[in-house]
T-cell receptor, first 116, second 112 residues
Framework: GAVVSQHPSRVICKSGTSVKIECRSL??????MFWYRQFPKQSLMLMAT?????????EQGVEKDKFLINHASLTLSTLTVTSAHPEDSSFYIC????????????FGEGSRLTVL | SQKIEQNSEALNIQEGKTATLTCNYT??????LQWYRQDPGRGPVFLLL?????KEKRKERLKVTFDTTLKQSLFHITASQPADSATYLC???????????FGQGTTLQVKP
């Protein structure tokens, strides 16, 4: 199946700093990628839809200035957590579709962010 | 309000038995429903997709049913193995947008 690579897998940072997470589709082009957030023992919460060449669409309650998403190419989307706080500590996962609108999502391995 | 509900209680079964997981939804009219497996600390992995006009879908030891009247999908693993132990998530499309909304998942533990 299609492969989505996410980096870094783990990151620890201090409060107030910014952290960038990269999501790459390795063997297919993804015009749309999705960013999810997952707290321990909870489900995936959709944060935003990343569209290549245009602005991301954020879900209600997600601060777009806090979570900056850039989809510069058909194979790369980045999520930057700005001015991170301990409550931003979470598991962030990106995903993409390799084909049709109704197809399966391929997920990255996730990035565990810990803000001290 | 829209809801996707899976049994939050962990399901513990003996190896060799059939595991049955439930996904119920309200205030959605999905054209399809998907099931994913997630292992601890990993991203979800796609298992099966079933469309609204399909009653049942099978893949090896996996079977999914979809009842649009009951607004329910059942996910079965036959001849379960300890390696099947994981969290299983159902997901459906949130409005005609292509984005997937997930249930909270059910953790399955298969004991040898």
């Amino acid at each position: 199946g299609a492969v989505v690579s996410q980096h870094p897998s783990r990151v620890i940072c201090k409060s107030g700093t910014s952290v960038k997470i990269e999501c790459r589709s390795l063997d297919f082009q993804a015009t749309t990628m999705f960013w999810y957030r997952q707290f321990p023992k909870q489900s995936l919460m959709l944060m935003a839809t990343s569209n290549e060449g245009s602005k991301a669409t954020y879900e209600q309650g997600v601060e777009k200035d806090k979570f900056l998403i850039n989809h510069a190419s058909l194979t790369l989307s980045t999520l930057t957590v700005t001015s991170a706080h301990p409550e931003d500590s979470s598991f962030y996962i990106c995903s993409a579709r390799a084909g049709t609108h109704t197809g399966e999502l391929f997920f990255g391995e996730g990035s565990r962010l810990t803000v001290l | 309000s829209q809801k996707i509900e899976q049994n939050s209680e962990a399901l513990n079964i003996q190896e060799g038995k059939t595991a049955t997981l439930t996904c119920n939804y309200t205030n959605y009219s999905p054209a399809y429903l998907q099931w994913y497996r997630q292992d601890p600390g990993r991203g979800p992995v796609f298992l099966l997709l079933i469309r609204e006009n399909e009653k049942e879908k099978r893949k090896e030891r996996l079977k999914v049913t979809f009842d649009t009247t009951l607004k329910q999908s059942l996910f079965h693993i036959t001849a379960s193995q300890p390696a099947d132990s994981a969290t299983y998530l159902c997901a459906l499309e949130g409005g005609n947008t292509g984005k997937l909304i997930f249930g909270q998942g059910t953790t399955l533990q298969v004991k040898p």
